[in-house]
């Protein structure tokens, strides 16, 4: 891969973020959001005891890992909001009629979305220590918490971008983000253990990407336990590529009008 | 069968376009154009001006038939042609929450420019369209016509060899539109090819080489616009008389009369008579005709000339269509624009 390349990406990059900082009010949003679920349910569950964990850790050290990664679901599923924008105002035509590779565009575009996704939720985290959640900040925990997130960024970050492609309005795409993220938050092991689910619902939370990444930082935050390659950060590795992949190519295969 | 010559930078061969629920854009379309060229494109609204311009481009496919540009097929080499050719389209593509230099930086890397060529054409360009003074501002602020002139500066930042550019003084003012007609003759001396669609037909007529004319999907024409006005518009008779004319209807009646193809007016001091069916031969006749009856009715004349009408005069004799668009659809396109 040449310098034009990552030129691609990074002039992608910087626009991105540009856009990001110059609309204050859906950044604060999207960051006030996952702050208000942390306060609610921290203080709402604060006093239940949380079955097969060990003595001494509350409900806020079990939620404050949930919530970075619902950080990451809700603001990753905005990341095409910013493509219909573009659709709409003629400027992805314009993108388009240029000889520029469009998955280095892409690629340009979801690292912007994931890098600030990974600061929202690293605010987050530090908020959680502020209200008092005890978890283990060393390097390597906090090192395989952000590299859960960013694999799971990148994944619903080009969801979002493959579905805006396909729906080309953002009422379509509203519709279509609430009919995944609402599920995948509720089926997950964001909010509750496992164990505390129904038989049923514990099996589909299993196989949540959402309970991947919360485990991960869970495990690792809680407990100082690495997660086993295999079978936690192998399939989030296998479900981001493959949905960039797939997002990329949608952007290649655009119709102009 | 069109053939490729060596200066041929253009080669279409039997194109047709299909838009969805069989709506027909382009029928057997065979065109070439050479380098150096600056081509009209001309016709009535749908007559499949723009999609024969978005095919030149690489936007849309066509059904059936090829397109060259530069030699290539166009479809196999899209990225490599796409260096060399600027689509400027009619919608000002441009990201409101941006301000002109950092698109025109965005557009640099896009078409990976090296960081000194693109500092040198951002010069260039700032300089020729006069964007100095609002270069650095968030194009939501600019006039339509300072955003024309960044969409334009945009379309040129790789100095493209080929220019297609959809209705691109529309939002210029006289003054934009006389730059940009100059700016246009002068970018095809440097050697490029322009192609070019636009209402201004005047324009069209001193500046181009060619006139494309297009009516529902086919090329009806494909002449320099000298040849076109004069094998198709309808001459005008223009007659200046030394008092104004108060016998009307003592004067139109008998000239309708001695030339009933003609659409005659009468108006203070002039005579204007508008033929349809017409040769050339037939002018000294005419003109004989019409001395007489003003002598009869005591009408002195103090001048007379023929007038071969335009573009738009030809096209609607070819077509039975008028170019333009209607005035009240022109505004609401622009009204449209402003509240997006």
């Given at each position: ?67 970075c990664a619902m950080?990451v679901l809700?603001?990753a ?37 994931v890098?600030?996704l990974i600061?929202?939720a ?23 918490m952000i590299a859960s997130l960013l694999l799971f960024g990148v994944a619903f970050c080009?969801l ?49 990407p959402l309970s991947l990444v919360v485990?991960i930082s ?15 950060l192998?399939p989030l590795v296998?479900i981001a590529?493959?949905i ?14 | ?340």
């Open positions: 891969m040449n310098y034009p390349h990552f030129a691609i990406s990074y002039a992608v990059f910087k626009r991105t973020w540009l856009k990001t900082l110059r609309r204050p009010v859906a950044l604060t949003f999207s960051l006030v959001q996952p702050l208000m679920w942390m306060l609610f349910f921290g203080f709402l569950f604060q006093r239940y005891a949380l079955d097969d964990l060990p003595i001494g850790i509350q409900y806020l050290d079990f939620l404050v890992p949930g919530v950080t809700f603001g599923s905005q990341s095409g909001i910013e493509l219909i924008r573009d659709m709409q105002n003629q400027f992805l035509n314009r993108i388009l009629s240029t000889p520029a590779s469009k998955p280095m565009v892409m690629a340009g575009k979801i690292s912007a979305d890098s600030r600061i929202q690293a605010l987050v985290l530090l908020l959680g220590l502020a209200l008092g959640a005890k978890l283990n900040t060393a390097i390597w925990p906090l090192a395989y080009s979002s971008c493959w579905i805006a492609l396909k729906a080309r309005s953002q009422e379509n795409m509203a519709t279509f983000v609430h009919l995944i993220n609402m599920p995948m938050l509720f089926t997950s092991t964001a909010l509750v253990p496992s164990k505390q689910m129904p038989d049923w619902l514990a099996t589909i939370a299993q196989y949540n485990n869970r495990d690792a935050m809680l407990f100082a336990e690495s997660p086993v390659f295999k079978t936690s192998l296998l590529t493959l960039f992949l797939l997002a990329a190519l949608t952007l290649r295969s655009t119709k102009l009008d | 069968m069109t053939t490729t010559t060596s200066a041929s930078i253009v080669n279409l061969q039997k194109i047709n376009k299909t838009y969805p629920k069989g709506i027909v854009a382009l029928k057997h379309i065979n065109l070439e154009i050479d380098q150096n060229e600056i081509i009209g494109i001309v016709g009535a609204n749908g007559s499949g001006k723009s999609t024969l311009l978005k095919l030149l481009a690489g936007n849309l496919q066509p059904e059936q038939g090829s397109i060259k540009v530069f030699q290539s097929e166009l479809k196999n080499n899209s990225a490599q042609l796409k260096k060399k050719i600027s689509y400027i389209s009619q919608d000002r593509a441009l990201d409101p929450e941006m301000t002109g230099k950092e698109l025109l930086g965005y557009f640099s890397a896009l078409y990976g420019l090296p960081h000194q060529t693109s500092k040198k054409r951002y010069t260039e360009l700032v300089k020729t369209f006069e964007l100095t003074e609002f270069i650095d501002r968030r194009v939501n602020s600019y006039s339509g016509g300072q955003a024309q002139r960044l969409h334009l500066a945009i379309g040129l930042i790789h100095q493209p060899k080929l220019l297609l550019l959809d209705e691109p003084t529309s939002a210029l003012d006289p003054q934009g539109k006389a730059f940009f007609w100059d700016f246009i003759r002068s970018y095809q001396q440097l050697g490029n090819t322009v192609i070019i669609i636009s209402h201004e037909l005047d324009k069209i007529h001193h500046c181009c080489s060619r006139v494309l004319l297009l009516d529902k999907g086919k090329l009806i024409a494909d002449e320099s616009p000298d040849f076109i006005i004069q094998s198709h518009a309808l001459p005008i008779l223009h007659i200046k008389t030394a008092h104004k004319i108060s016998n009307k209807q003592d004067l139109q009646q008998p000239l309708q009369q001695a030339i009933p193809s003609a659409n005659i007016q009468l108006k203070g001091q002039s005579i204007q008579l508008e033929i349809n069916k017409f040769l050339d031969n037939d002018k000294p006749e005419v003109l004989a005709s019409v001395l007489q009856i003003c002598q009869e009715q005591h009408v002195a004349i103090v001048e007379c000339r023929w007038e071969n009408a335009g573009l738009e005069n030809a096209y609607f004799k070819m077509t039975g269509q008028s170019i333009s668009p209607p005035s009240g659809a022109k505004n609401n396109k622009k009204g449209q624009r402003k509240r997006r």
